[in-house]
């Protein structure tokens, strides 16, 4: 059954003085209880907008279309106390700095146990049983440290378990391990694919790094200027890409690992983003595409059923 | 052959409200003419404040600096205006590099007017086909342009004067996947193509891996292990590159699956109060007792690849430690 | 400045403040054509209210002078002073603050401290000081304001200049070879002039304000009619003859008002970021 379902969602920034800007047009995606799905893509994507959309967090200058559902609660248009009410129970939020979610004069002790029902001593204990959840042995002692205290590392562990105290039925990573090290970054995502088997989370992982997808992803969503461009299960968007854009993200990465080899050039995705006020009539990829067509130009392709999964394009197929 | 540029023994130190913190400790390393040497390390290991130290930028507490076989130390800035335009800089975030209130024609012919040089203005058009670019941009303000097209403007700017080494810090980090590719191989095929030197500094071993020709690793300000592209790859000695090179995310789900525990667990020490002796020994999954109190000497592996750890000297310990652990 | 133009013609409250102390400009500037002779000299019958006599739209005071020809007159020394005090102070507070803010150290602190010296005096009261030593006169009164309103803009400008110092667009300057002086005044000034715009259209408001505080204690320049001794001289007929103080105290509201827009109007002209 699936726990989330975002069904022909649009959202559209209008600013004073500006024209308005398509950050989303017509996303649908369902998420499964206890499975993993990432949604990938780049700066201007909109993956973070939706990201915000589905945790009821979009500011009032969005104007947005099409609907939400959270374990049968809907999000869009719904009030601000139903949608705090969701928040404790349904939804948390894991960011990419974890400097925004704690609170810089709190200590972190009282703010993993201020969602938490009981009494000061069952609320404390349940903290320190959080603390050892997320990797972070020594609770005692960092109950009563300040976050500036703490490393970035040991600040991702704390925001991921005050998420956890919320007992969410849906986590929302945004970027999560892009601000970390790489050792440090190993451990974390370690961490949340240990947290999602053992506790059977239900995470919407967000992000940029298709290395961070591999290892925590069940199925993934990608978004390219707005509009979903393909969904597949992991291993089939890996091995079998079907759109031009994800070959293309997956092509440009160095590829890295004992065996790999040394390429004289990396493969590019040449031009850039496209005008989102207002988006081009036809395909978003068709100005950075080898396989445009005159009809790619003209005619949106809609996510249509293909051999891996969903994919939206005229010419879909393995990479020529 | 002498190296382009050269860091002899560099030591810099930065007072801070929380103490003396010993960014670089006695770093030294070679830049030959045409090669480009990658410094990798996380974030406090000193990377970014010895591209600041090499390019001058701030005073070295201790050590040498030469370019071009001559001592710039302590050379005033009279003296570095004849060494700055063989020396540049591409840095991570254009938009904090570039004035938000100068053209981007403005920004490339600004070297060029301090240093004096003629037929500006057809310069600027070459510099901006060579990183290409359209020569409308000339007149746009870099918020009017994306990133990728933004950090093109930085490598113009840092080509503008025909240097012979560049230092890149970070210069890709900030960029998207498709258009990081674009800006990696601009660099590499400029660099091939006008014999540049580089300094790329790092974090993302993937790329390091795809552009330079040698590796130097960097812990707490100090060089662990530097080595050529081959050996590096294949026969990194030095734990902490082992557990760096471990810890790059994986390529596919099926490699994913197929892997072990983080190679690292436990924080990065703190630049403020380095632990004694290896300074790895905090977070080394095979520190023996020496380690702890006795900093490692550099050992030569071969004739370019060196690395300072103590298993490298005890090499009987170090299978049974490796051994024990596995 | 077609840009400038476009701007302007979305923003109606900035367009009007530029086009109202461009207006007050021209009358300071034309008032000797428009009102010859002395604005003191007696014209007509004391206290004629205004909109009475089409010769005298403004009226007269209790001396019979024309107030609209005063107002012409006294517009002339309060632009002078507010514009003069202004450019002073913050030519005196630019140059501290981006000394303090580029060399940072010593010179920072030694710099920061007469700053806060002078700061801790309210301005008021130096300036009724330094009439008191210097006798009254217009430049005494340029002077007093001058001295004691530079020290917000140096404040301010430090704490660019030191913030911007640390940003990769001055080591980018320096790896291309420039100096101290081409990097804070052709890089890092531009950057800054909209806050220091912002704070030299307040500092013009208050000298307006300061030198008809003094002109209403009598301590303005007795040989020179301004808004501030138009106010004094109204200040007994408030039941009788509102007018006569209100005419001026209005002068002065729309031109501290119009000052105030049109240097956001200045300001948001030379952002870059702002254009379409």
Redesign the interface.
């Given at each position: 059954m699936s726990l989330l379902r975002v069904s022909n969602l649009s959202v559209v920034f209008t600013g004073r003085?500006?024209p308005p800007l398509v950050a989303l047009d017509d996303v649908s995606l369902t998420v499964a209880a206890g499975e993993t799905l990432a949604l990938v893509g780049?700066?201007g994507s909109g993956k973070s907008t939706l990201a915000l959309a589905i945790a009821g967090l979009l500011d009032t200058a969005a104007s947005v279309r099409g609907q939400i559902d959270v374990a049968g609660h809907g999000i869009v248009g719904a009030a601000p106390t139903a949608l705090q009410h969701l928040r404790r129970g349904g939804i948390a939020m894991v960011f990419q700095d974890p400097m925004s979610a704690l609170n810089p004069v709190h200590r972190i002790g009282d703010q993993i146990a201020e969602t938490m029902p009981g009494s000061r001593a069952e609320r404390r204990a349940a903290a320190s049983r959080l603390l050892h959840v997320v990797g972070l042995p020594d609770a005692e002692r960092l109950l009563e440290a300040w976050p500036h205290e703490l490393?970035?590392?040991?600040r991702q562990r704390v925001a991921l378990a005050i998420a956890l105290g919320q007992e969410p039925r849906l986590l929302i990573a945004d970027e999560p391990t892009t601000a970390l090290?790489?050792?440090?970054?190993?451990?974390i995502?370690?961490l949340l694919a240990d947290l999602q088997r053992d506790l059977g989370l239900t995470l919407l992982l967000v992000t940029?790094?298709?290395?961070?997808v591999?290892?925590?992803?069940d199925r993934v969503a990608v978004l390219y200027a707005g509009r979903l461009v393909e969904v597949a299960a992991?291993?089939a968007l890996?091995?079998t890409p079907q759109h031009p854009y994800t070959q293309?993200?997956l092509a440009?990465?160095?590829?890295?690992?004992?065996d790999?080899p040394?390429?004289p050039?990396?493969?590019?995705?040449?031009g850039?983003?496209p005008s989102l006020s207002p988006p081009p009539p036809g395909c978003r990829f068709a100005e950075?595409c080898a396989r445009v067509s005159q009809r790619c130009r003209e005619d949106m392709p809609e996510l249509r059923a293909s051999s891996a999964g969903l994919v939206a394009c005229h010419h879909p197929g393995a990479t020529p | 052959m002498t190296p382009l540029l050269q860091l002899d023994t560099v030591t810099k130190a930065w007072r801070t409200p929380a103490g003396l913190v010993q960014a670089v400790r006695g770093v030294s390393l070679a830049v030959q003419a045409g090669e480009t040497v990658a410094l990798v390390g996380e974030s406090g290991c000193g990377k970014s404040t010895l591209a600041r130290l090499a390019l001058r930028l701030t005073p070295v507490d201790a050590g040498r600096i030469l370019f071009d076989g001559q001592d710039i130390t302590h050379a005033s800035e009279r003296a570095l205006t004849a060494i700055r335009p063989r020396l540049q800089m591409v840095f991570q975030d254009a938009s904090a590099a570039l004035n938000p209130r100068r053209t981007i024609g403005q920004a490339i012919d600004d070297p060029l007017r301090v240093h004096g040089r003629p037929n500006r203005a057809a310069r600027v058009q070459a510099l901006l086909g060579e990183v290409g670019l359209d020569a409308s941009l000339a007149s746009r303000f870099p918020h009017e342009v994306s990133g990728g097209q933004r950090q093109r403007v930085g490598i113009a700017r840092a080509l503008a004067l025909d240097p012979a080494v560049v230092i890149a810090d970070e210069p890709v980090s900030a960029l998207d996947v498709s258009v990081r590719a674009q800006v990696i191989n601009l660099m590499s095929s400029l660099a091939r193509q006008r014999g540049l030197a580089m300094v790329f500094i790092g974090h993302d071993l993937a790329v390091v891996r795809h552009l330079a020709d040698r590796i130097a690793v960097m812990h707490l300000g100090e060089i662990v292990e530097a080595a050529p592209r081959q050996r590096f790859w294949s026969q990194a000695a030095h734990p902490y590159s082992q557990a760096l090179i471990a810890s790059v995310p994986a390529a596919t789900p099926a490699a994913a699956r197929a892997r072990g525990p983080a190679p690292l667990a436990g924080d990065l020490p703190s630049p403020l109060a380095p632990p004694p002796g290896c300074s790895f020994h905090t977070r080394c999954p095979r520190a023996i007792a020496t380690c702890q109190h006795q900093s490692p000497p550099l050992i030569r592996l071969a004739p370019d690849h060196t690395a300072r750890c103590h298993l490298l000297t005890h090499p009987v310990l170090d299978a049974a430690a490796s051994t024990g652990h596995r | 400045m077609t840009h400038f133009a476009r701007r302007l013609r979305r923003d109606v409250p900035a367009l009007a403040g530029l086009v109202t102390l461009v207006l007050v400009g021209a009358i300071a500037l034309a008032a000797p054509w428009l009102y010859p002779g002395d604005p003191q000299d007696m014209v007509a019958r004391p206290l004629i209210w205004p909109f009475q006599d089409a010769a005298l739209p403004l009226g007269t005071d209790r001396l019979g002078r024309d107030l609209a020809a005063g107002l012409a007159h006294g517009a002339r020394v309060s632009l002078l002073v507010g514009f003069a005090a202004a450019a002073a102070a913050v030519l005196v507070g630019v140059t501290v603050g981006c000394l303090a803010g580029w060399f940072g150290g010593l010179v920072d602190d030694s710099l920061m401290r007469v700053t806060d010296a002078v700061q801790t005096v309210p301005g008021f009261v130096l300036a009724l000081a330094l009439v008191a030593v210097m006798g009254p006169g217009v430049g005494t009164v340029i002077l007093a304001i001058a001295v004691s309103s530079w020290t917000g803009t140096a404040r301010v400008v430090r704490a660019e200049v030191s913030s911007w110092r640390e940003r990769d667009l001055v080591a980018a300057c320096r790896v291309m070879g420039m100096g101290s002086g081409e990097i804070l005044i052709r890089q890092i000034l531009p950057n800054i002039a909209s806050p220091v715009i912002v704070l030299a259209s307040v500092v013009v408001a208050v000298a307006i304000l300061v030198e008809s505080a003094l002109s209403f204690l009598g301590l303005g320049d007795p040989a020179l009619v301004s808004w501030g001794s138009m106010i004094a001289e109204g200040r007994g007929l408030l039941r009788r003859a509102w007018f006569v103080a209100a005419v001026p105290g209005v002068a002065i509201i729309i031109t501290v008002v119009s000052v105030s827009l049109a240097g956001e109007a200045v300001t948001a002209a030379l952002d870059p970021r702002d254009r379409q």
């Open positions: 003085g500006r780049e700066s490393s970035g590392g040991m090290d790489v050792t440090i970054q190993a451990q995502l370690r940029h790094d298709l290395g961070v591999a290892e925590l992803a992991v291993d890996f091995s293309g993200l440009a990465r160095p590829p890295f690992g004992p790999a040394m390429l050039r990396l493969t590019e995705i040449p850039g983003l950075r | - | -």
